[in-house]
């Protein structure tokens, strides 16, 4: 690893409460290890009866909608973002629900959930293979299995 800054090659050093981390000499500073920040989302119906489940990349399996929250991006800002780019629809209480480490992509991600304004799926961008509204039973059942989606989901569900 390599000092961010200045590209100086880092070396463990102790620090107090955290362990051994990272340290640029030539800065004088830790440089904790970097990783990525996604949130993805539960969204429900107006009447809360139904959940969102969208299929991408050409892959014939139920997840939710998700995205990299951007640098400077406040992660609430990026979730209704993200929703409205992808799905063209405004949401409303928006709530903290669950977040897990997903090593294979080195992200953080941030599950929240939501209430759409409207159930209108006809205004979907290019990244959305297929947009449909389950109930919350069908919906357990059909998002795809053993998923970070799915761990979110079913938190959610059973609170
Ligand atoms: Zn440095």
């Known amino acids: 690893m390599y000092c961010v800054n200045c590209g100086t090659k880092l070396t463990d050093r102790f620090l107090e409460h955290e362990g051994m981390i ?4 030539k800065c004088g500073e ?12 539960i969204v429900l ?23 990299y929250i951007s640098k400077g991006e406040n992660a609430e800002h990026a979730a209704a973002r993200e929703i409205k780019e992808e799905i063209g629809l405004s949401v409303s209480e928006l709530h903290f629900n669950e977040s897990s480490y997903y090593e294979r992509t080195n992200t953080l991600m941030l599950n929240f959930w939501c209430v759409a304004e409207s159930d209108d799926l006809s205004n979907t961008n290019y990244e ?8 919350l039973d069908e919906a357990r059942e059909n998002i ?16």
């Open 45 to 67: 119906s107006p009447d809360k009866n139904r959940v969102l489940l969208i299929k991408q990349y050409g892959r014939d399996r139920n997840i939710l909608v998700a995205g």
């Open 22 to 25: 990272p340290y640029c000499k």
């Open 144 to 159: 795809v299995h053993g998923s970070l989606a799915e761990k979110f989901l079913l938190a959610f569900l059973d609170k």
């Open 30 to 41: 830790y440089r904790f290890p970097t990783f990525s920040v996604a949130c993805s989302m």
């Open 128 to 135: 959305i293979d297929h947009a449909e509204w389950y109930t």
